[in-house]
């Protein structure tokens, strides 16, 4: 993903740089801009803003963000508390063991199943508590503070994961069939994968968030 918006980015950049360069020549060869001038109005508001998105808002941009890179690093490390195994990993020092929902093992009837339903259920409700405490905290300056959409949207995609799971067990528990405690299963890992991608995610976010805040603290940040 982020080599795609690396390319998409650099074509971009490109094609504007071509745009202008059109404009220019067309000026500098024809002077077909004195000629014309409701079009050479529409041609310099054009270069006005590429000039304006690929380099003011670019700007702008990095200097929000080494400005806010202690307080963002904050944030995100929140939500790696929220979801990180606190007895096992050092999130300080980039090692983050992921807590993940246990396989449900038992065989349909036993008693053991319902115990295991149980204690399931309490896991999703505590982590999807836990989740949503940092989102209420820090979605709404994540959102203004840089490009944190794809950290907020795998927050929520995995609260809705821990939905699924629990009504998951519901389900299984009302109607006891292989086919709903298969589906259970199929909804724990796929919850499990949902946890382990937001874990990458939020470590290289805050490498990225490190870097930052050792430029702004050490080399002259803005």
């Given at each position: 993903m982020e080599r795609k918006n690396t390319v998409g980015?650099?074509?971009?950049?490109?094609?504007?740089?071509?745009?202008?360069?059109?404009?220019i020549w067309?000026?500098?060869?024809?002077?077909?801009?004195?000629?014309?001038?409701?079009?050479?109005?529409l041609?310099?508001?054009?270069?006005?803003?590429?000039?304006?998105?690929?380099?003011?808002?670019?700007?702008?941009?990095r200097?929000?963000?080494?400005r806010w890179a202690p307080l963002n690093r904050l944030a995100l490390s929140e939500f790696m508390h929220a979801m990180a195994d606190e007895d096992a990993s050092e999130i300080s020092r980039g090692h983050i063991?992921?807590?993940?929902?246990?396989?449900?093992q038992s065989p349909l009837g036993s008693e053991?199943?319902?115990?295991?339903?149980?204690?399931?259920?309490?896991q999703v409700v505590s982590e999807r508590e836990q989740l949503a405490v940092a989102l209420s905290m820090w979605a709404e300056f994540l959102t203004s503070s840089g490009d944190n959409e794809t950290i907020l949207n795998h927050a929520a995609g995995i609260a809705l994961r821990l939905d699924?799971?629990?009504?998951?067990?519901?389900?299984?528990?009302?109607?006891?069939?292989?086919?709903?405690?298969?589906?259970?299963?199929?909804?724990?890992?796929?919850?499990?994968h949902h946890f382990a991608t937001m874990a990458q995610e939020l470590h290289s976010r805050l490498e990225e968030e490190r870097r930052l805040l050792g430029r702004h603290l050490y080399g002259g940040g803005d």
């Open positions: 980015r650099t074509a971009t950049i490109v094609g504007a740089v071509v745009v202008i360069g059109v404009i067309i000026d500098i060869a024809t002077g077909l801009w004195q000629n014309l001038v409701i079009l050479a109005g041609a310099a508001g054009l270069v006005s803003f590429l000039l304006t998105t690929l380099v003011l808002d670019r700007v702008m941009a200097h929000q963000a080494r063991v992921m807590r993940s929902l246990p396989e449900v053991r199943l319902h115990q295991e339903l149980s204690e399931l259920r309490e699924e799971v629990r009504d998951a067990t519901v389900a299984v528990e009302r109607e006891g069939s292989e086919e709903t405690l298969a589906e259970l299963r199929r909804e724990i890992d796929n919850c499990n």
